[in-house]
């Protein structure tokens, strides 16, 4: 059995990436690449109370899957999901243990809540009606292939659509300091097991040890070794220049997650 | 979905060290729960505390993973000669074609709650301060696969106190989808003041030992636990009582981050899809290992969700007033507590339970039944609406 998929949309989000059309006009090279802080939309899909809870790693998850969804013109409800994240809501975590080391110890309901690594994926379901699987993975700065490996697997095992959401947002101090993440930067992936009119392209995924790919603009080579989920810059850049070939992504250790692409003409 | 062997598996948690004694307090009825005296908490609380954790001790060439979470892990890896049954396999199948697949939602965040409170106003963390290897939510996976030497594909799954119900069907499917040929799975979640403080601040927290089902339960009593199963494909033919993976059904509930579906329709969904996976129908079901957290809401929507799909008579109990609720490993400890009745043939009562909700319909258990099941259920529901059913089966 392979590890493959059809690409039906992409969702980007990321400093100088405002979304896939952006960030697919960079990658083509049709314009420069200029870094600046990521922008993250309010989450219009959730219900009022439920939007005033959000932190950034919320934003930036529904963002991109709204986004990829929406372009693969899939009903997101429909979609199961694959989340994978390298460390979930740093704000909130830095507010917790701040909290935890003050007197009396006082720690907001609503941050704890918002404390699960599965958060983003539990308001993704709120907000969209979504009642199928849905799963949340970390594997560090392999998060993004571990979410692409998992997402194919599930696909090659069970068929179906489905979402991949890979995201990672910025520590505040003194976290920061031991994990510096610059920004945050979000991508995913609408998937399916059947070729359908939607589909860009057919990916299929082995595990490998090449060397992996790197961005020739420096900029952009900065931000895929400085936020795991833009490991997925070398995939999104074959994607987005419609060109067949593999594309080598970091996976653990030094052994890499290949992914093959050949674009549906 | 094709079924899964559970060839090896092993636990630790406040009821005991390894299979012998889990089984043992299973029964005899026996809760593990304590007054808590953890750390430097100050709530009135009980606690499953698993005794002897500080002494344990990480390999030298480790030490940057040494956490209490990596600590109760390796705890657990050392029981019932597993590591070393984990190491044969592995040889046999090749490191590369394991999969390490853990559950955990607190990883080792007690790290970071003390390097915050060790800070000099305001300043940076102390230089011995781990992220990676103690902090971050992937540290117990990569303690685990570093430990037995499995090179493979690995990752954290954690989604809250169904993470590690759900590393079973990230296992499945990538032995389905042949990326693999074996998988570690399990879960580890260990105490610290984030879940502590955390569940007290929503009034989850009982102050005495939790008491699932009854009529007077009023709410969690926070544990901890490590568990670990040795999956592969089914062969063949299989030795009586091995203990196979049959059925797994995932599910959210789209309803609200800590509260559950009122009539339990995430519950429901995931039952029904683990049932449809193995296809079976709802009376091939001898005995449900329910989520039972002792919350009343949460118990009132799980006994709503089991009696819509299989009535009032399936016998049911929540082992999690013996065990306290191990958050994210609660889905693997209770998958081992699952094999072990299939295994000896009863069905553990829910502890202590003295007098069920009679507003709850489903067949609770309150004594253990001698009854042998040939198939169990087990519930795993989590923060964020996201739930997971295990259906395990016994060869005959």
């Given amino acids: ?265 | 979905m094709k079924p899964v062997l559970l060839k090896h598996f092993t636990a630790v948690s406040c009821i005991g060290r390894g299979l012998a004694q889990i089984l043992e307090a299973l029964q005899q009825q026996r809760s593990g729960l304590a007054p808590c005296r953890f750390e430097t908490v100050d709530l009135h609380t009980h606690v499953g505390e698993v005794p002897g954790v500080d002494a344990v001790r990480i390999p030298a060439a480790l030490r940057a993973y040494d956490c209490r979470n990596n600590r109760l892990a390796e705890l657990g890896l050392s029981q019932d000669g597993f590591a070393d049954a984990v190491r044969a396999a592995a040889a046999a199948y090749g490191p590369r074609r394991v999969g390490v697949f853990i559950g955990t939602s607190t990883a080792g965040i007690l790290e970071t709650e003390i390097a915050y409170r060790r800070r000099v106003a305001g300043g940076p963390l102390p230089d011995d301060f781990q992220y990676a290897a103690a902090h971050n939510t992937f540290s117990v996976a990569d303690f685990v696969r570093r430990r037995l030497d499995l090179c493979g594909p690995a990752v954290v799954v954690s989604c809250a106190c169904a993470s590690s119900a759900k590393v079973f069907a990230s296992a499945r499917r990538m032995l389905e989808a042949g990326l693999i040929d074996a998988a570690l799975v399990g879960g580890v979640d260990s105490l610290c003041l984030t879940t502590l403080y955390g569940f007290h601040s929503l009034q989850l927290c009982s102050p005495g030992p939790c008491r699932p089902f009854d009529v007077a339960r009023d709410g969690i009593s926070i544990g901890e636990a490590a568990a670990f199963a040795w999956l592969e494909r089914c062969p063949t033919s299989l030795d009586g009582g091995a203990v196979v993976l049959l059925g797994i059904g995932e599910s959210c509930d789209a309803h609200h981050m800590s509260a559950p579906h009122p009539q339990g329709l995430g519950a429901r969904l995931a039952m029904q899809a683990a049932l449809a996976a193995a296809a079976l129908p709802p009376e091939a079901v001898d005995y449900i290992n329910l989520h039972g957290t002792g919350t009343p809401s949460n118990d009132r929507a799980e006994s709503l969700a089991v009696t819509a799909l299989f009535g009032g008579t399936t016998p049911c109990s929540s082992t999690k007033g013996a065990t306290g609720h191990t958050l994210g490993a609660a889905g693997a400890l209770e998958a081992v507590i699952s094999a072990l009745a299939l295994q000896h043939g009863f069905m553990p009562g829910g502890v202590p339970a003295t007098r069920v909700d009679p507003e709850l319909g489903a067949g609770y258990l309150k004594d253990n039944r001698r009854t042998p099941p040939n198939r169990v259920l087990s519930n795993s529901f989590g923060f964020g609406g996201t739930n997971c059913s295990l259906l395990f089966g016994r060869a005959a």
């Fill in chain 1, 1 to 265: 059995m392979s590890l493959c998929a059809y690409v039906a949309g992409i969702g980007v989000l990321g400093p100088g990436l405002p979304d896939w059309p952006a960030a697919r006009a960079v990658l083509r090279g049709e314009t420069a690449y200029v870094p600046a802080a990521t922008v993250l939309p309010p989450p219009a899909i959730l219900p009022p109370a439920e939007r005033r809870r959000t932190g950034r790693v919320v934003k930036l998850a529904l963002a991109v899957a709204l986004e990829a969804a929406g372009r693969a013109g899939a009903e997101p409800k429909s979609l199961a999901c694959v989340f994978s994240s390298s460390g979930g809501d740093g704000n909130n975590c830095h507010e917790l243990c701040a909290a935890l080391a003050a007197p009396g110890r006082e720690i907001s309901p609503t941050r704890f809540s918002n404390s699960v690594h599965n958060a983003a994926a539990g308001y993704w379901s709120i907000a969209t009606g979504a009642v199928g699987a849905s799963t949340v993975l970390c594997a560090y700065d392999a998060s993004f292939a571990a979410g692409l490996l998992e997402a194919l697997a599930q696909i090659a095992a069970d068929g179906g659509a489905l979402l991949l959401v890979a995201y990672d947002t910025d520590y505040p101090e003194p976290l920061r300091a031991k994990r510096p993440i610059p920004d945050a930067f979000g991508m995913a992936l609408a998937l399916t097991a059947q070729r359908s009119p939607a589909s860009l392209a057919r990916i299929e995924a082995r595990l490998g040890a090449a060397a992996c790919d790197r961005l020739a603009d420096g900029s952009l080579e900065a931000l895929r070794t400085s936020i795991p989920a833009a490991r997925s810059l070398p995939l999104l850049s074959r994607l987005a220049r419609a060109e067949a070939g593999p594309a080598s992504i970091e996976y653990l250790d030094g052994s890499r997650t290949l992914v093959e692409v050949e674009p549906c003409a």
